[in-house]
């Protein structure tokens, strides 16, 4: 029988597996040529499969044995909840900027942008602004509520974060070309101003 960090753990994994295998090519391709028309109800799809998955995980974290790491202090808690603020607010301006974007939505509105290299705002500073505020979000509430479940989530969440990054990345290489790449020697990553 699995112990529950081991649950967490797996359905992370599974979770992230399932949210990347998705976004691959490998699925992609075959996708529209069956789909055809239909396609474009893809990435809406992978949404609500994304969430549904996301669910299922937050069910086995918050169902996690809970053990406390170390009793945080009030400036802690300060400093700390300032950050989870701060990591919910570049969240949440970045969702509600990509919204049409990320959520696959626009294909029941009847809209469609063309993707766009975005270099200004806070693309100035990191080149994933929502990684950044989602890494900024999960540590700074672990170190708010220094539980083992959290950590755990914490550093599957960071994984899968630069893995996926590592991927995009790659990506937007061949998408943007040499404008991408000198974009990447200019502006951090993940963290603002750690190239």
């Known amino acids: ?13 599974l979770f992230g597996l399932i949210h990347s295998f998705l976004a691959t090519d490998l699925i992609k391709e075959p996708a529209k040529k069956i789909l ?23 069910y086995y974290h918050f169902n996690c044995a809970k053990v406390i790491l170390w009793q945080p202090s009030i400036i802690q808690k300060i400093i700390t909840g300032t950050l989870v603020i ?3 607010v570049i969240m949440l301006l970045c969702i509600k ?4 974007d990320l959520s696959g939505i626009d294909a029941i509105l009847g809209t469609k942008r063309e993707p766009v290299l975005q270099l200004d705002g806070m693309h100035a500073y990191v080149r994933h602004p929502l990684y950044f ?11 708010y509520y220094p539980y083992s479940n959290n950590g755990l989530s914490c550093i599957c969440i960071t994984l899968y974060t630069v893995i996926g990054a590592w991927f995009e990345e790659k990506k937007l290489v061949i998408e943007y070309g040499n404008v991408y790449q000198e974009y990447q020697k200019r502006v951090a990553s993940l963290v603002p101003f750690i190239i």
């Open 36 to 58: 055809k028309q239909g396609y474009k109800y893809y990435r809406l799809t992978y949404s609500i499969l994304a969430t549904l998955t996301l669910l299922v995980v937050l």
């Open 1 to 13: 029988m699995l112990n529950s960090y081991s649950q967490l753990f797996i359905a992370w994994l």
């Open 133 to 143: 505020g989602t890494l900024l979000f999960v540590w700074a509430l672990f170190l």
């Open 86 to 88: 701060a990591g919910l």
């Open 97 to 100: 900027k990509y919204f049409l």
